[in-house]
Every structure is written in structure tokens, then in C-alpha cells.
């Protein structure tokens, strides 16, 4: 049984969170143990299924290296200034637009942002996608939410946490943020097998760094559902302290890169640590992108190393201290 377990646990962290750089073959075998195993125990259809946010370096396709080094000839303004959107969103004019808006950590167990790398567009994929963006749009309109309480959900989201057994302020969270039937969908796909002695058993073969975000996310699990814990202990648990190395299929990406987005704008990201991000915007004069919705919902900033975090976007500004 023990091996069993072992093999299993192993499989579904596999399954959901390999990217397709890392290991394009070995998603059919893996996928094949899941489903001998998972009826056995209990956990077959979250063996079987996506990981909540998928997105990863191979999904950004839009980046723009001939744009290395540009800055846009028009004076900078300030994204609020533009028209607002029902989501969150801008309504995209000609010019050249900034704007610091709270991200937010979507990859626990890896590094935060660092100096001199860069940052490529790529939209939310996985089996929670509309959750997190609905979390990231509403909070726009939920100014009285801190940051602090909505990374803290969506650590609750990536980690699979319980919601019925979150403490009563992030249950309160969630239930303005999310409907009642994203709640449900989210509770039901929710983990509780792999903690303690039978973390340790099943994490036994894998490799970095795969283990370590596998213990990231069992840790998340176990203090979101435990009483008093602080977002400062959550945070160690999931955003790694120290120097990053170079992960797995890293791309060398310079730090400003443009990514040219499928609706005719121009985006880069800047951040300053997983918290913030500096968001800048190009649109050109006669651009398919004048009048198109810039939703940050939708856009994730996909570090080129591939041990630093993805980091959701959202339209609310970073608040001054």
C-alpha cells in the first residue's frame, strides 16, 4: 500500500504540475499510473484532472525581441485615466500607458522576482482559470479586501485547501469574490491526502524541483485550515527566500521585454517582488488595439527563469504605505 500511495501521490503532483518544457513525454505514462491508481485511493478524479493554474513559459508565445531596448516616443500616462470596464479593465486609447497594480504569486514553492530577468505574457490556462480571474476582476470593486486576504484565497486555490475548513475571514473573502457555484467546484477538487509522514512517503522519489513545491503546497494546505496562522507564515511557505537558479526549460529573457498581444497592443511587465508590477502599455496610433479592452485579469506574467513565480495581474493599484 505504501508503494502504492508513493506512486500516486507522485503521479497526480506530476500530472498537474510538470510544464510541458520540463517533461513533453511523460505526461501519457503518467496519466496512465493515475488512472490504475487513483480509484484505489480516493483520488482518482483529481489524478486525472488539470492543475488549477497551468499556465507556463511554453504558453507565452507573444514575445517581441525586435521591441528589445524601445520606449515609446509618447509621454507616459497614467492607466487611470483611461475608461474603466465592468472587469476591472481599461478601455485602450493611443499612446504610451503605466500603471503599479497589485499582482499576485500563482507558482508557490519557487522565487520571487529578481533583477536583470524579464517577464513574457501568457493567459490563465488550468481547471481554475474563471475562478481566478473572477477573484483578481471583483476584487477591483472590493477595495476594503487587503492584498494580503486575496493571495492568501488564491494560495488556497493553487494548493487545493478545503474551503469548507478555511478560517472565517477567507471564507468571508471567498464568498464575495467568487459565486456560489465556483465555491462548490473549488471545495470539491480540494486535496487533503498528502501531509505528514504520508507527504514525506509519497515525495520520497521526486525530484527538484518538483519536491519542493510539492511541500510548498502541502504546507499551504495544512495552515490555511490551521487556526492563527499569519499571512507572514504562509508566505515563507510558498515564495522561496535566497538565490534562484536557473530552472528548467529557463529562456533567456531580458528584463523590459514587449509582448505583442493578440488584440494589437503592446504590454511589458516590470515587477517589484511577486506584490507589484509595474504594468506598461503601447498602443499605437490606428492599432487594432484603440478601443480594445486591456482586462489584467487575463494576463499572467511568465517569468523566462522558471524557478521565479507567475504573477496574476489585477486592476487595482498598488496601495501607497
Known amino acids: 500500500m505504501r508503494k502504492s500511495f508513493r506512486a500516486a501521490a507522485a503521479a497526480l503532483f506530476l500530472v498537474t504540475a510538470l510544464t510541458p518544457a520540463a517533461a513533453p513525454a511523460q505526461f501519457g505514462a503518467l496519466r496512465d499510473v493515475a488512472g490504475r491508481l487513483g480509484g484505489e485511493l480516493g483520488v482518482g478524479k483529481v489524478l486525472k484532472g488539470k492543475g488549477p493554474i497551468t499556465t507556463a513559459l511554453p504558453d507565452a508565445k ?3 525581441p525586435s521591441r528589445d531596448g524601445f520606449v515609446p516616443r509618447e509621454p507616459k500616462r497614467g492607466l487611470a485615466e ?3 470596464t465592468p472587469n476591472g479593465g481599461f478601455v485602450l486609447q493611443p499612446g504610451y500607458w503605466a500603471m503599479a497594480a497589485q499582482s499576485y504569486c500563482l507558482h508557490a514553492g519557487t522565487h520571487g522576482p529578481g533583477g536583470g530577468e524579464g517577464y513574457l505574457y501568457a493567459p490563465p490556462e488550468g481547471s481554475a482559470k474563471d475562478a481566478v480571474m473572477t477573484i483578481a476582476r471583483n476584487s477591483v470593486n472590493h477595495p476594503e479586501i487587503d492584498q494580503h486576504d486575496i493571495q492568501a484565497l488564491l494560495w488556497a486555490i493553487l494548493a487545493r485547501a478545503k474551503f469548507e475548513d478555511l478560517g472565517n475571514n477567507l471564507k468571508t473573502v471567498a464568498a464575495r469574490l467568487l459565486t456560489p457555484r465556483q465555491l462548490a467546484s473549488l471545495n470539491r477538487s480540494a486535496l487533503d491526502i ?5 507527504l514525506q512517503n509519497a515525495i520520497g522519489g521526486v525530484p ?77 496610433q490606428g492599432s487594432p488595439g484603440v478601443g480594445k479592452e486591456f482586462d489584467p485579469a487575463t494576463h499572467i506574467a511568465v517569468p523566462g527563469n522558471t524557478s521565479r513565480q507567475r504573477l496574476l495581474q489585477s486592476g487595482r493599484p498598488r496601495r501607497e504605505s
Open 208 to 284: 527538484e524541483p518538483l519536491r519542493t513545491i510539492m511541500e510548498a503546497e502541502a504546507d499551504l494546505r495544512r495552515m490555511l485550515t490551521t487556526p492563527g496562522t499569519t499571512f507572514a507564515q504562509l508566505e515563507r511557505a510558498a515564495v522561496l527566500a535566497g538565490m534562484a537558479p536557473i530552472g528548467p526549460g529557463s529562456l533567456d529573457i531580458p528584463e523590459g521585454r514587449w509582448s505583442q498581444h493578440p488584440d494589437g497592443y503592446w504590454i511589458r511587465y516590470l515587477p517589484r517582488g511577486y506584490s507589484e508590477t509595474m504594468i506598461e502599455i503601447w498602443v499605437p
Open 194 to 198: 498528502l501531509s505528514g509522514p504520508a
Open 62 to 64: 507573444w514575445g517581441d
Open 82 to 84: 483611461l475608461q474603466r
